[in-house]
């Protein structure tokens, strides 16, 4: 049954990911040989990528047999989990060349995953993501932490263990607070000096240790735009494979409208009527445009225009 919850791009991975069966290297071995299992692929963060009968794009799956001679042993391997009782492989392919002109070549095409997230369902970009921060992951942590000798992929990709003092170092997730302000009837967005031009987005920055959720938004609305919180909400998460982070979705209530950009996150503040904001997210506000949609900002954005409706 799905979550009760509002669903951001990349959240919703239908997968069971069967965590209890990761640490068996022999169950593992027999379902990547099993004659039904599938794999996808990602060749330096691009998925694999075919049409769809809709006119969109989908996960071109190949026999998981292919996808395990491809990454030629569980370095580059990443066990996804289940469909019903079908196991998912993925494989992460670094070579220069496209391997879609290799050895892939008449399955599929590797494509930007921002750019398809779109056109993919709901399921296989929650999918797409998940191997992409997995394997970003991997790239970024191939020694270990505590002594720093090389340390190897176990547990299906799950885990990565040090041979030589034993440390087990597991996939970081970045929780990120990401909120849209707002005093009465008007809500304020900022924009960075190197966005398009035009852009406007809601506020965000990096959970500290030792703060809440709530803390975190109140310092970081008070650093980059003067504002000081007076109430925040909960609205969402998103996963955010670029490379590794959770965006926390939050709506907060600010004591008064005298905020300015602190001109290092911010180059520029504004504040919105539910009206103009309505017209920012339809695309209809001249020469001024918020996220896309995939973005957990449009849908906060969408949400605090909805409640005045």
């Known amino acids: 049954m799905p979550l009760d919850a509002f669903q951001n791009t990349f959240a919703g991975n239908p997968l069971d990911r069967a965590s209890d069966r990761r640490a068996k290297p ?17 060749w330096n963060g691009r998925p694999f990528v075919e049409p769809s009968k809709e006119g969109g794009m989908q996960i071109a799956y190949l026999p998981a047999k292919l996808v395990g001679e491809l990454a030629g042993g569980p370095e580059r391997l990443l066990f996804m989990g289940l469909w019903k009782d079908t196991a998912v492989f993925a494989v992460d392919m670094e070579d220069s060349a496209d391997p879609g002109d290799g050895p892939l070549q008449g399955f599929g095409k590797f494509e930007d995953l921002r750019a398809i997230a779109l056109k993919v369902p709901g399921p296989d ?10 394997f970003e992951w991997r790239r970024r942590h191939k020694h270990c932490a505590v002594c720093g000798e090389p340390s190897e992929a176990t547990d299906g990709g799950w885990k990565r263990q040090c041979p ?17 302000p707002y005093h009465g009837e008007r809500c304020m ?5 190197a966005w398009p031009k035009g852009m406007f987005s809601a506020l965000a920055g990096f959970l500290e240790p030792g703060e809440s959720i709530e803390e975190a938004c109140a310092r970081e609305l008070n650093e980059e735009a003067g504002l000081h919180a007076v109430k925040v909400r909960y609205h969402s998460t ?18 008064d409208e005298e905020g300015s950009p602190d001109q290092t996150e911010l180059s520029e503040v504004r504040w919105f009527t539910r009206d103009e904001a309505r017209e920012l997210i339809a695309g209809r506000l001249d020469g001024t445009f918020a996220p896309q949609r995939m973005a957990i900002a449009h849908q906060l954005i969408k949400a605090w225009v909805e409640e005045g409706s």
């Open 238 to 255: 998103q996963p955010w494979p670029y490379p590794s982070s959770l965006m926390i979705g939050l709506i907060a209530e600010v004591e």
């Open 164 to 180: 030589a003092c034993g440390s087990e170092h597991f996939p970081r997730t970045d929780p990120v607070v990401i909120m849209l």
């Open 26 to 42: 022999e169950w593992i071995a027999e379902q990547l040989a099993a004659p039904d299992s599938i794999g996808l692929a990602m």
């Open 125 to 134: 970009a929650a999918i797409l993501a998940t191997a992409k921060q997995m």
């Open 189 to 193: 967005l900022g924009r960075q000096e």
